[in-house]
């Protein structure tokens, strides 16, 4: 999937050149990656989602403890809170605000990984090789894959078995991506989405 567009924005070669250092494998997710995998920004951010292994969140906290502002998030800390992560072992789901004056704001999403694999559920296993699941986009930055992007969109970390109301920006980036969607990843998203909840609206779409 390539798409050709504008040049890649400032917020995003910041960022690119930020974690230029930081040598375990991450990659772009949420809204910004929708716009990567487009060429093109579709819309307004907060700030630049980024994917990490749950595994590599000591180096990654040893690699942002300078000048950042770090609070962890998982089911032991309030949403709301501003307390400073301090390196503690974050238990998934979880992710990580880091903020300083002179960047864009960042959110590091932990992600599970087992066996080579990219585990997004275990209970049906829904899982995807690490290699397929980051590759590098036309903005020349390494972005989560399309029907990735989706599958967190559609059900995101943390899902008890209640489907939450979907955000209007998901929503948005969902018809943006469902556009240059070919064959395969349909049918990947589609089958991933359905073993966890068969009546979301958005598999009538992506039939």
Same mark, same amino acid.
């Given at each position: 999937?390539?798409?050709?567009? $504008?040049?890649?924005? $400032?917020?995003?070669?910041?960022?690119?050149?930020?974690?230029?250092?930081?040598?375990? +494998?991450?990659?772009?997710?949420?809204?910004?990656?929708?716009?990567?995998?487009?060429?093109?920004?579709?819309?307004?951010?907060?700030?630049?989602?980024?994917?990490?292994?749950?595994?590599?969140?000591?180096?990654?906290?040893?690699?942002?403890?300078?000048?950042? !502002?770090?609070?962890?998030?998982?089911?032991?800390?309030?949403?709301?809170?501003?307390?400073?992560?301090?390196?503690?072992?974050?238990?998934?789901?979880?992710?990580?605000?880091?903020?300083?004056?002179?960047?864009?704001?960042?959110?590091?999403?932990? !992600?599970?990984? +087992?066996?080579?694999?990219? %585990?997004?559920? +275990?209970?049906?296993?829904?899982?995807?090789?690490?290699?397929?699941? /980051?590759?590098?986009?036309?903005?020349?930055?390494?972005?989560?894959?399309? $029907?990735?992007?989706?599958?967190?969109?559609?059900?995101?970390?943390?899902?008890?078995?209640?489907?939450?109301?979907?955000?209007?920006?998901?929503? %948005?980036?969902? $018809?943006?991506?469902?556009?240059?969607?070919? %064959?395969?990843?349909?049918?990947?998203?589609?089958?991933?989405?359905?073993? /966890?909840?068969?009546?979301?609206?958005?598999? %009538?779409?992506?039939?």
């Amino acid at each position: 999937m390539q798409s050709q567009g $504008e040049s890649s924005p $400032e917020a995003l070669l910041r960022v690119a050149e930020l974690l230029s250092g930081f040598t375990p +494998r991450w990659a772009l997710c949420g809204g910004w990656a929708v716009d990567a995998w487009l060429g093109r920004k579709t819309r307004e951010h907060a700030d630049v989602d980024v994917a990490v292994l749950e595994e590599d969140q000591l180096a990654l906290f040893k690699y942002m403890a300078e000048g950042w !502002n770090l609070v962890g998030h998982d089911d032991s800390v309030a949403d709301d809170s501003e307390e400073p992560w301090q390196g503690r072992t974050l238990l998934l789901p979880a992710h990580i605000h880091a903020r300083r004056q002179d960047q864009p704001d960042l959110e590091f999403h932990l !992600n599970e990984q +087992r066996s080579g694999s990219w %585990t997004f559920c +275990r209970q049906p296993a829904i899982a995807m090789p690490l290699r397929k699941c /980051i590759r590098q986009s036309p903005w020349g930055l390494p972005a989560v894959v399309p $029907e990735v992007i989706l599958y967190y969109k559609a059900l995101p970390p943390g899902w008890r078995g209640v489907r939450p109301d979907l955000r209007p920006h998901d929503q %948005t980036d969902f $018809e943006s991506l469902l556009a240059v969607l070919g %064959t395969r990843r349909r049918a990947w998203i589609s089958h991933a989405i359905s073993q /966890i909840d068969p009546g979301h609206s958005w598999l %009538t779409q992506l039939s």
